[in-house]
C-alpha cells in the first residue's frame, strides 16, 4: 500500500491520492505457491480515515476478517498541517508509541520527542544552517546521555540529499546520498562506510502516477559485486488512477498482493 502513516507534514493532500478520498480500506496477502499455483493468505488489514483538508487523521489495524482489532495510530496536526503528535495504541487502547514534535515558524522540524509505554526515551533536536542548507542533527537519551549524531544537507528545494551520521567522538559512521528524479520521486540511495567507502547502491523507478515499478540494488566488497533482489510492482487503477491493487514481485514470483478499497 502507498498510504504512508508516518509524514511529518502532509505537503501531499490525500498522500498523493485523487479524488479526495474519505476513507481506504486495504487488506495485503501473503503469496503462498501450492502445485505452482498461487495461494493468497491474509497477512493483516488496515484502514485510513482522511479530513476535507486531506490528512490522514487515524489508522485503525483490523483483524483478518475484517473487523476493528487492537490498536490504531493517530495523527494530531496544527494549524499550519504540521503533525504535532503521533500516537500508537495497543490493547485496552494504552499508549504504545508517541511522538511529539515541535516546529519553527517556516514549518521545520525543530524537535521531536519519543515516548514508549508512557516514558520518554528520546529528544531529537534539529538545527538548521539556512545558508549553508544544513541541519544538524542530535538524539539523546532520556537521561540526557549521548544516542546519536547527525549532519543532513539539502538541495534549494530542502530535498534531503545527504546524511552522514557520527559517533560520540565526532567520527563518521554511515554517509547516505540521496538522488531525486523529475518528479521529485527519491529513486537512487548511495551507501558508504565509516571509512567513506561506497558499498552499496540502491535504485527504484516511478511510473508516472509516482508508483514504484521496479527496485534493486547492488553491492560492492574487496573481493566482488552482488546484485540484490530484483522487485516488480504492478498495479490495477480506478477511473480516478489511484491504486486498488498492487502485486509485489521478487525475482519474478509473486510475494504480497495489496488491495485497496477506496471510499470517496
Request: glycine share 6%.
Amino acid at each position: 500500500m502507498l498510504i504512508k502513516c508516518s509524514n511529518l507534514k502532509y505537503l501531499d493532500a490525500y498522500n498523493g491520492l485523487k479524488g479526495k478520498p474519505k476513507m481506504i480500506e486495504s487488506t495485503t496477502y501473503k503469496i503462498n505457491f501450492i502445485d505452482s499455483l498461487e495461494n493468497e493468505i491474509v497477512a493483516f488489514k488496515i484502514m485510513f480515515h482522511f479530513d476535507s483538508k486531506g490528512r490522514i487523521l487515524k489508522c485503525p489495524h483490523l483483524n483478518k476478517d475484517g473487523t476493528i482489532g487492537y490498536g490504531e495510530t493517530k495523527y494530531i496536526y496544527d494549524k499550519k498541517g504540521n503533525m504535532i503528535e503521533y500516537i500508537r495504541y495497543g490493547k485496552d487502547s494504552f499508549v504504545n508509541i508517541q511522538n511529539k514534535y515541535e516546529y519553527n515558524k517556516y514549518g521545520k522540524l525543530l524537535k521531536r520527542e519519543s515516548y514508549f509505554n508512557g516514558n520518554i526515551k528520546a529528544i531529537t533536536k534539529y538545527n538548521y544552517d539556512i545558508n549553508n542548507r544544513e541541519a544538524r542533527i542530535i538524539m539523546r537519551n532520556s537521561d540526557g546521555s549521548f544516542r546519536d549524531n547527525a549532519l543532513e544537507k539539502y538541495d534549494r528545494n530542502w530535498n534531503d540529499t545527504e546524511l552522514i551520521s557520527y559517533d560520540s567522538l565526532g567520527n563518521q559512521k554511515s554517509r547516505i546520498e540521496f538522488e531525486y528524479d523529475k518528479r521529485g520521486n527519491k529513486y537512487l540511495y548511495k551507501y558508504y562506510s565509516s571509512k567513506n567507502e561506497l558499498y552499496k547502491i540502491s535504485k527504484t523507478i516511478f511510473n508516472e502516477y509516482n508508483d514504484p515499478i521496479w527496485a534493486s540494488s547492488i553491492q560492492f566488497s574487496s573481493k566482488d559485486t552482488i546484485k540484490g533482489k530484483v522487485t516488480e510492482f504492478k498495479y490495477l487503477y480506478d477511473t480516478k488512477n489511484n491504486p486498488i491493487e498492487e502485486k509485489s514481485i521478487v525475482n519474478g514470483k509473486t510475494v504480497w498482493i495489496t488491495r485497496n478499497n477506496i471510499m470517496y
